[in-house]
């Protein structure tokens, strides 16, 4: 089983960004998606984003225009380009990948934690 491990979390200021990465242990490519949730104190965790095999994007709402999710395959590293980041984003942020089968599996998390 490939393991993920977050990195790139901390404090900020709001309107500053944060870049997160997710490395995996072994090859990505055979990942039909990788992306991000996160899950604030009291609150279910949402999802944020998430990038398919094919490399199309999708996100949350609130999120558009301010976050960017990539990926480097050669790496096997998923990145959370997080920018004009609000108080509201703060969160603990979880990687996650699924395999072709519908398998989830997911990282230990990073804390993002933006000041007003």
């Known amino acids: 089983q490939v393991q993920l491990v977050e990195s790139g979390g901390g404090l900020v200021q709001a309107g500053g960004s944060l870049r997160l990465s997710c490395a995996a242990s072994g090859s990505i490519g055979s990942f039909a998606v990788m992306g991000w949730y996160r899950q604030a104190p009291g609150k279910q965790r949402e999802f944020v984003a998430q990038?398919?095999?094919?490399?199309?994007?999708n996100y949350v709402d609130s999120v558009k225009g301010r976050f960017a999710i990539s990926r480097d395959s050669a790496k096997n590293t998923v990145y959370l380009q997080m920018n004009s980041l609000k108080p509201e984003d703060t969160a603990v942020y979880y990687c996650?990948?699924?395999?072709?089968?519908?398998?989830?599996?997911w990282g230990q998390g990073t804390q993002v934690t933006v000041s007003s």
């Open positions: 996650y990948y699924n395999l072709w089968s519908g398998t989830r599996n």
């Open positions: 990038i398919t095999s094919s490399a199309s994007t």
